[in-house]
């Protein structure tokens, strides 16, 4: 293959964290062209996530924070990236909670660096690499704020209206974003997305949480009534949308992306737990419901999301492919198959951090 002809590689930022890996992952898979991935490593980014493709010659890590500009600025001009994909944020509402110093440095500070160095870059581009260029932001549907019971879901034009310093961080960013594109005409692309779940999600958030604390007897904390909705997208079909928006969004647009699959906790956790009866019958407490304890609810906690997708689906012809059935057991299977992983996520560091919120 010629040079001039050779894909064009993207940046990804945040690429050693949950959907930032499983993404790199199914990118390298499915696309020719090659990944650089600039991820700060954090407690949730785990080069171990990406272990498959470590000596793919397409695959290029970058150990680094978004807000350094000049090692940004470095990258964009010795890599020519022809899109930066950005996943890099602080993403727990219950750290948030706890310590939102981060989330605002991060998610709203480094997207701002990561757009001015774009808007730079992007500036000395020309002709086709310069029509070509999309920063593509992924955001969540937790800007959007909480709906009651019988209210419509949330739509690509919901007013923003945030409740954790988490949200509030996102929703921030996602102006800055819009901005840029209203202003500068950065050719942006913003994703908004539901819960996920799936392969390499660190065991903070609640389906991997519920699946190790179940196989060891723990106790499985359920927040408040455990009435609260969640809708739940299996992360390789976030991934597919995220690639499909790249590949065919409209600039300046944005896009809802859900499984429209809303569930309440109590029944994740449940069907979680009935799972694990049939796939581990001599656990230690079994059934495995048995484990579920109700604790103090989480300080303003949204009581319910749910996606309207149409857009994404009659425009881009995006579908999930996953149930929430098929998605759930391919999970519960990936966890009871990866203790290696488990092993080396529950650090010195992870234990603190369940022993601050959960006392345990
Ligand atoms: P995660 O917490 O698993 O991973 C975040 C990654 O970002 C980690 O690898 C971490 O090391 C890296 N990072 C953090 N701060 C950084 C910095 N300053 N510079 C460089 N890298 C940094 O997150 P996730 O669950 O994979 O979420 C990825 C993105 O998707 C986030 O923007 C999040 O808001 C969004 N999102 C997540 C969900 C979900 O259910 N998890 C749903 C919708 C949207
Ligand atoms: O909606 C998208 C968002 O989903 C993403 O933007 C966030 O980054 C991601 O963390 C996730 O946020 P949630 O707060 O919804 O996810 P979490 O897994 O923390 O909690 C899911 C629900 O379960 C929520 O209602 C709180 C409840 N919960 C959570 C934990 C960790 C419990 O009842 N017990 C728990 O121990």
Known sequence: MEFAMQPKTILVTGGAGFIGSNFVLQWLAN?????????KLTYAGNPANLAAVSSDPRYKFVQGDICDRELVAELLIRQRPRAIVHFAAETHVDRSIHGPDDFVRTNINGTFSLLEEARS??????GGEKDA?????????????SLGTTDPAFSESTRYSPNSPYSASKAASDHLVRAYFH???????????????????????????VILHAITGKPIPVYGDGQNVRDWLFVADHCEAIRTVLARGRIGETYNIGGRNEVKNLDVVNTICAALDQLRPRDPVVPHSKLVKFVQDRPGHDR???MNTDKIESE???????TFETGIRKTV??????????????????????ATQYSL
């Open 31 to 39: 696309e020719t062209a090659g990944v650089v991935n600039l991820d």
């Open 121 to 126: 870059y992007w500036t000395g581009l020309e």
């Open 133 to 145: 260029f999309r920063f593509l932001h992924v955001s969540t549907d937790e800007v959007y704020g």
């Open 183 to 209: 202003t500068y005409g950065l050719p942006v692309l913003t994703t908004n997305c539901s819960n996920n779940y799936g392969p390499f999600q660190f065991p903070e958030k609640l389906i991997p949480l």
């Open 304 to 306: 319910r999301y749910a």
């Open 316 to 322: 881009l012809g995006w579908r999930p492919q996953e």
């Open 333 to 354: 299977e990936w966890y009871l198959d990866n203790d290696p992983w488990i092993q080396g996520v529950i650090s010195g560091s992870y234990r603190q951090w369940m």
